[in-house]
């Protein structure tokens, strides 16, 4: 039972436009969203998160939208640049509430490729 | 701050040997994680330490699989007669454990090749 996923395994988008990366879950005790970029042989890097009590976060370039009621959330990146290309993963937290530790469920990536 | 770091970076052994991975967290972080990630998948969650106590075990940890967290700083992740299909990333993250955050900090990984 995949909770978190991501069903673009792939994005290609030209230096300068907006990159839309999309997440959809099912789960409706999660209320923490996060991404996180990963290169090749590296581990997650946490990029930006969102609580679910809002419906917008901003980062500089990185913006995630949260959709509660489409259980859907989007990152957006403007302007995209060559070195956003990676994999990046949408994850889910039920929070530390409730005896819940907090532990992470991942959907499976989308990999971004940034032309130049 | 020196970020997580885990030990060996890579490791290939053969079926049915056993192999244990270390992770380091972020000093003062006393919450760790171990995930695995296999190919063309999000990581997934195995146990969760707060200290030196597991809170928790996924379904995913075999009893082939032991983790542990002496004195509550870094951890160890042993895998006893190893199947090929252990093979993947495994990968340690730490978190602190006040604030309302749940970012968690990850390490580079352990990548397993069982042959």
């Known amino acids: 039972d995949q909770q978190v996923k991501q069903n673009s395994p792939s994005l290609s988008v030209q230096e300068g436009r907006i990159s839309i990366l999309n997440c959809d879950y099912t789960?409706?005790?999660?209320?923490?969203f996060l991404w996180y970029k990963k290169y090749p042989a590296e581990g997650p890097t946490f990029l930006i998160s969102?609580?679910?009590?809002?419906d917008k976060n901003e980062d500089g370039r990185f913006t995630v939208f949260l959709n509660k009621s489409a259980k859907h959330l989007s990152l957006h990146i403007v302007p995209s640049q060559p070195g956003d290309s990676a994999v990046y993963f949408c994850?889910?937290?039920?929070?530390?509430?409730?005896?819940?530790?907090?532990?992470?469920?991942f959907g499976q990536g989308t990999t971004l490729q940034v032309k130049p | 701050d020196t970020g997580v770091s885990q030990n060996p970076r890579h490791k290939i052994t053969k079926r049915g040997q056993n192999v244990t991975f270390r992770c380091d967290p972020i000093?003062?972080?006393?919450?760790l994680y171990w995930y695995r990630q296999t190919l063309g998948q999000g990581p997934e969650f195995l146990t969760y330490?707060?200290?030196?106590?597991?809170?928790?075990k996924s379904r995913l940890l075999s009893d082939r699989f032991s983790a542990e967290r002496p004195k509550g700083s870094f951890s160890t992740l042993e895998i006893q007669r190893t199947e090929q299909g252990d093979s993947a990333m495994y990968l340690c993250?730490?978190?602190?454990?006040?604030?309302?955050?749940?970012?968690?900090?990850f390490g580079p990984g352990t990548r397993l090749t069982v042959t």
């Open positions: 000093s003062e972080h006393n919450r």
């Open positions: 993250a730490s978190s602190p454990l006040r604030g309302n955050s749940y970012e968690q900090y």
């Open positions: 969102i609580s679910s009590i809002k």
């Open positions: 994850a889910a937290s039920a929070g530390r509430s409730s005896g819940n530790t907090g532990k992470l469920i």
């Open positions: 330490f707060q200290n030196e106590a597991q809170l928790e």
């Open positions: 789960n409706s005790m999660f209320d923490y």
